[in-house]
């Protein structure tokens, strides 16, 4: 079973411009949550989502922060425009949904190191 | 304020038996989950306590006291690729994971 991935792997660019990244959750799995680990710090909850729909949203820093999930599937988080404060590493985790015992096991994506010039 | 507190670097040696600690100070606690990160990697998942006492998993073991608000992760038999970083995550009821700063394990031969 293919894990959740996310692009890029990378992405360098300067103040003021538009990055979006993307990730993939495990297929079926309905809960997909955006975290980010800036340097030093612990990783921050930013957004979560249920299907399509925000379910919690109360981590995203600001308005320059935009996540969608259309369709149910994958999730694009864009940042325009990108400021220097918002370098580091954004994860991704997804879940399964429905009271089992596992039902909180979150499973992370690779991560995009984001680096604002 | 929510917080979980564990130290920031351990060390020691193969074969050896090492203990993260994790204490948390939250507004609502649903369990304690435990993930371990590879430099550049995913957080990998590695357990989840719901229940006090003690889960055993292989080699590693966590264990919850929520009348303390604390928890450890016991790695037995340590090997070189246990070299990692080790987070504690409280979960609140299928939202969001709070993370603690992670500890870093560094295992020599």
Known sequence: EAGVTQFPSHSVIEKGQTVTLRCDPISGHDNLYWYRRVMGKEIKFLLHFVKESKQDESGMPNNRFLAERTGGTYSTLKVQPAELEDSGVYFCASSQDGGRRWTDTQYFGPGTRLTVL | ?109
């Open chain 2, 1 to 109: 304020g929510q917080s979980l507190e564990q130290p920031s670097e351990v060390t020691a040696v193969e074969g050896a038996i090492v203990q993260i600690n994790c204490t948390y100070q939250t507004s609502g606690f649903y369990g304690l989950s435990w993930y371990q990160q590879h430099d550049g990697g995913a957080p990998t998942f590695l357990s989840y306590n719901a229940l006090d006492g003690l889960e055993e998993t292989g080699r590693f073991s966590s264990f919850l006291s929520r009348s303390d608000s604390y928890g450890y992760l016991l790695l037995q038999e340590l090997q070189m690729k246990d070299s990692a970083s080790y987070f504690c995550a409280v979960s609140q009821a299928g939202t969001a994971l709070i993370f603690g700063k992670g500890t870093t394990l560094s295992v020599s031969s």
